[in-house]
């Protein structure tokens, strides 16, 4: 059994802050935990606004607590995100997330992320990042 709190990853080096000032992600669960998928709790700052696009990951977000909007490329279609919506990302579509106000989201990656994953140029993450204890 694996059991993390939250408060004690924040402290750790499971707390990953991105270069960009636009989020921070506790990593709870990652690929050397051997589950099949990486769980985070993730931090969108108020006004952040910036592309994703993960090509070699799905990923699944619950929004906890603020409120924003997902934006599709494809279709330019706009999604409400507030305390209990879900967004799946299945086809690796590539979207903009916008913060109006701090944003609390659990996200699940498949496959799972080793940990110091950060946003690369297109805006996803690269499959082979280091782990957290490197």
Known sequence: ???????????????I????????????L???????????ITTIYTGADFEMHYQNH???VHCISGR???ETFDDGKKYSIEPGT???LDKHDRHTLRAFEEMTMACVFNPPLNG???HNAEGGFELE?????E
Request: zero cysteines; glycine letters at 10%; charged letters at 25%.
């Open 1 to 15: 059994m694996i059991v993390r709190n939250l408060q004690e990853a924040n402290t750790s080096g499971r707390r």
């Open 17 to 28: 802050v991105s270069p960009d000032g636009n989020w921070e992600s506790t990593r709870l």
């Open 30 to 40: 990652l690929k050397d935990d051997n589950m099949g998928f990486s769980f985070h």
């Open 58 to 60: 799905l990923e699944a």
């Open 68 to 70: 924003g909007e997902v």
């Open 86 to 88: 879900i967004y799946i």
């Open 116 to 118: 110091k994953e950060v």
């Open 129 to 133: 990042a280091g782990n957290i204890d």
